[in-house]
Each structure stands twice: as structure tokens, then as C-alpha cells.
């Protein structure tokens, strides 16, 4: 995935981006060539017996051809600084940004795991189970009702600390009368570092080590 990290790269990279000519080299070069030695043949053919015109009407079918390659190629370069000027944009609105996206892995980095949950209405209460890479739950923790966000400091059932750069993951279940109605994925609140294009999906990196479309991004307004 090519990124754009900050403004100011966004700035450099913008300098160094793709420049737009009237001729495409390669195939500008071809076409030129062409134009020469098809002005050369005509200026020069013998009066007796001129160039036929089937073969006349094909070269200049050929010129057309070359002729659209060269705009073809043209065109697409503009096109490829205007998708770069965009991704630059997007950069600039999104880095540092304080976000929230779903995800249920998520590495421990040794600081605290912040997450939000989008629970359903009516839930009377919700708990956290967190499971290692191997499936064993490592921890569980009922959540506070209506909280705007949570944390989990990387403590374990049995005291043991978890290894950064760990990949854990995060269930939470909602209940209702005293019975399970479900369970949800939480969204893991982060901020935006990194922003760019990868087969043709804008991107995103986040200080949780994590990435994920710009689609599934949003705003986090309580941070």
C-alpha cells in the first residue's frame, strides 16, 4: 500500500508526482518517426507509378492508431496526478484524526486497548471476553452500562502479563433478562497515521497496528 505519513511528505510527494506533456515518450517518439517517413514517401513517390491507395488508406489508418495511443497515454497520466493529488487531499483531512472502526483482533502493543461498542437497544448489560491466538479466553470483564468507551490494560485471568505485538481477540456479548441476545465486534479507537491507495481502495494505517478501508472510518468525537 503506498502511504502519504504527514503534510509535509504530502507536500513533497506532490512535487516529485507524475508531469503531463504533449508527447508521451515511446510511443511519441514512434508517432513522429511515422509522420516523417509517411511525409517522405509521399513527397517523394514516383509521379509514374504513385503509392497505392489501398496501402496509402492502411498507413493512414495506422497513423489514426498511433494518434490515439499518444492521446491514450496522455490522458491516463493526467488522470494518475489527479488520483494522486486526491489521495494527497484525503491525507491531509485524515491524519491524526482520532478514529473508530470495527475489528475483533487487535495486537496488544503494550499500551492500553481503547474500544467503543455499538451495542443493541435494550441491552440490559455486556461483557468483554478476550481470547489469545489460540482460542483460550485470557480474560472476561463485564462492562459498564451506556459507557461511551472502554479500556483493557492487557491484564490476563491469571496474572500473567500478554507479550507485546500479541494478536487477541475481542467478543463482546449483550444480554437481556439474564440471557445472551448476541454479541458484537468492538471498534477500536485509534488514530489515522498513515493514509493511501492500495488496488485502487483508499486506505488507512492507525497507531493500533491495524488498517482497514476508509469506508469503514469514522470520526471519534470523544476522545
Known amino acids: 500500500m503506498s502511504t502519504v505519513s504527514n503534510v509535509a511528505q504530502t507536500q513533497t510527494q506532490q512535487n516529485t508526482a507524475p508531469q503531463t506533456s504533449d508527447s508521451a515518450p515511446g510511443i511519441g517518439k514512434e508517432f513522429e518517426s511515422f509522420i516523417r517517413l509517411l511525409t517522405a514517401q509521399i513527397r517523394n513517390q514516383d509521379p509514374l507509378s504513385p503509392l497505392d491507395s489501398t496501402q496509402f488508406v492502411e498507413q493512414l489508418a495506422t497513423f489514426s492508431t498511433l494518434e490515439q495511443q499518444v492521446r491514450s497515454n496522455v490522458n491516463l497520466e493526467s488522470i494518475a496526478t489527479m488520483i494522486y493529488d486526491m489521495g494527497s487531499l484525503i491525507a491531509g483531512q485524515w491524519l491524526g484524526k482520532t478514529v473508530t472502526f470495527e475489528s475483533s483482533w487487535i495486537p496488544y502493543t503494550g499500551s492500553d486497548i481503547k474500544f467503543t461498542a455499538e451495542v443493541p437497544a435494550g441491552t440490559d448489560h455486556s461483557a468483554l471476553t478476550v481470547r489469545d491466538a489460540n482460542g483460550n479466553i485470557i480474560w472476561t470483564e ?13 491484564r490476563t485471568t ?7 505485538d500479541s494478536v487477541l481477540q475481542f467478543r463482546i456479548d449483550t444480554y437481556k433478562d439474564g440471557q445472551q441476545t448476541g454479541s458484537v465486534a468492538p ?9 493511501g491507495s492500495e488496488d ?7 497507531a493500533s497496528m491495524l488498517s482497514t478501508e476508509l469506508g469503514n472510518v469514522q470520526l471519534y468525537d470523544n476522545p
Not at 461511551?148 to 490494560?153: A, E, G, K, Q
Not at 471498534?187 to 493514509?195: A, L, N, P, Y
Open 142 to 154: 463485564k462492562l459498564t452500562p451506556g459507557a461511551s468507551s472502554y479500556s483493557w490494560d492487557g
Open 158 to 164: 491469571n496474572g500473567t502479563p500478554v507479550p507485546v
Open 187 to 195: 471498534r477500536v479507537i485509534t488514530t489515522v497515521t498513515s493514509v
Open 200 to 206: 485502487g481502495t483508499i486506505r488507512v494505517g492507525t
